[in-house]
């Protein structure tokens, strides 16, 4: 066979492989994933994350039945999370989703959210405002840990504030709990340094250790008739605390390495009140 003759069985050869890998390419691109209905797949790691206009991203709780707010893009200082997304209530968010940031001031939350993740507030230095959700049960710990809240007034469906849950808030000044609560974690308010005034609901039964510890500024605390029990260094240190009523069933004062000090350094705390929880068990060589 001559030369030219075998350059054209090559040629022809060579463009028919050409053409079979081409073709097997586009196929493959046939298949690709099927878009998501209402909004774009996100890249926040394996989550089928979807984004909806508002700069939140989503996906549905595991009954889906409800959705999950998973990420915000966007950089206003107000934001609303909305009451519902593609017509399914909007029923929690994940807790890191706001963590740090320095600008958020205001938050408005639906009445289908129940809980405040743990940190989930922790270190918006800016954050003042605070729309409760009206069927909040739960503040986790450390949640609004060093932010700018004033006052503190989250609605009666409350039965637990986490550790450290408003722990170094520096401009918080006064804190009014109401009826059904039940936990006040350790170190919830710790070092709130402007709080002035305290108000704890009836139906309290214990206060874990150091939630109100080294609040300087602290002078009023009424505290409820169904109170027990107050955890160690509960107040320790609140040097300006001159106003304090002590419950009749107030006798469980926990001890660590035998110091209870839950009122240890209050040096204005009147003598009545020194001599009923003396009375109630309270070691006098500890206040």
């Known amino acids: 066979m001559r030369i030219g003759t075998w350059r054209s069985v090559f040629t022809i050869l060579m ?8 073709g097997g390419t586009n196929s493959g691109s046939a298949g690709g994933e099927p878009s998501q209905p209402g909004g774009s797949r996100g890249e926040r790691g394996s989550e089928n994350v979807q984004v909806v206009p508002g700069n939140f991203g989503y996906i549905f709780n595991s009954d889906r039945n409800g959705i999950i707010v998973t990420y915000y893009t966007g950089s206003e200082t107000s934001v609303v999370i909305p009451d519902t997304i593609e017509n399914y209530p909007v029923v929690g968010f994940r807790g890191d989703i706001f963590q740090g940031s320095e600008t958020l001031a205001s938050i408005s939350f639906p009445d289908t959210v129940t809980d405040i993740p743990a940190q989930a507030f922790a270190g918006c230095v800016s954050l003042a405002s605070v729309k409760w959700p009206a069927s909040l049960v739960t503040i986790g710990n450390a949640a609004f840990q060093n932010t700018a809240l004033t006052i503190l007034e989250p609605p009666s469906n409350l039965t637990t504030i986490g550790a450290g849950a408003f722990q170094q808030c520096d401009s918080l000044t006064t804190v009014t709990l109401s009826e059904g609560l039940t936990t006040i974690g350790a170190g919830a308010f710790q070092q709130c340094d402007r709080l002035t005034t305290v108000t704890l609901p009836e139906g309290l039964t214990a206060i874990e250790g150091s939630a109100f510890r080294e609040c300087g500024s602290l002078t009023s605390v009424i505290l409820p008739e169904s109170l027990t029990t107050i955890g ?34 209050c040096h204005k705390l009147p003598l009545a009140a020194r001599d009923k929880l003396v009375e109630q068990g309270y070691p006098a060589n500890q206040l």
Do not use: H, K, M, S
């Open 15 to 22: 463009l028919a492989l050409v053409l079979a890998a081409c």
């Open 232 to 265: 160690t260094y509960v107040f320790y240190n609140d040097r300006e605390l001159i106003r304090l009523n002590v419950p009749a069933g107030l006798n469980q004062f926990p001890t660590y390495y035998g110091e209870t000090y839950a009122f240890r350094w």
